[in-house]
């Protein structure tokens, strides 16, 4: 019997699709986690930088997200309206706003160190598993930069 030939435009084929799923999938499980801490996906995100480094301007937490200030500064007044950040503007250059964390956002942290946990066991897969797949996504991600920013 002939082997069936795969249609290219079929969804199942389609690497988009499947990355696409797996990243709903994968904001679905961190909704519940994040649920208990008050933060939306987004947040956390933002939350996670900020914890890295205090003090960032908005466009310099911009670039680290890769998100453009339009989709950032609403984050960033729900935030501050919860309490865990403050925006103000840098005494050095008024037009640049610099993001600081609040004594509840820097004890969020702690509460927080049980999520990269929880999701590895959600997974199903090992610590060195998780490395792999990540530095593999991070490779796809970084060619399609390089190739966009040749174009």
């Given amino acids: ?39 939306t996906y987004p947040q956390y995100l933002v939350m996670l930088v900020l914890w890295e480094e205090e003090g960032l301007t908005v466009k310099a937490l911009g670039d680290r997200l890769h998100l453009d200030s339009g989709t950032l500064t609403p984050l960033l007044k729900r935030l501050e309206a919860a309490g865990l950040v403050v925006r103000a503007r840098d005494p050095q250059d008024e037009r640049q706003v610099r993001i600081g964390l609040t004594a509840p956002g820097r004890a969020l942290r702690t509460r927080a160190e049980c999520i990269p946990r929880a999701l590895l ?21 970084d060619a399609l930069n390089a190739r966009l920013e040749s174009e």
């Fill in 1 to 39: 019997m002939p082997k069936k030939r795969s249609d290219p435009l079929h969804l199942s084929e389609q690497l988009c699709f499947s990355l696409y799923s797996a990243v709903h999938a994968l904001q679905r499980t961190y909704r519940s986690l994040l649920e208990d801490l008050g933060l």
């Fill in 121 to 141: 066991e959600a997974s199903g897969r090992t610590p060195g598993e998780i490395q792999a797949l990540k530095g593999e996504i991070l490779r796809f991600r």
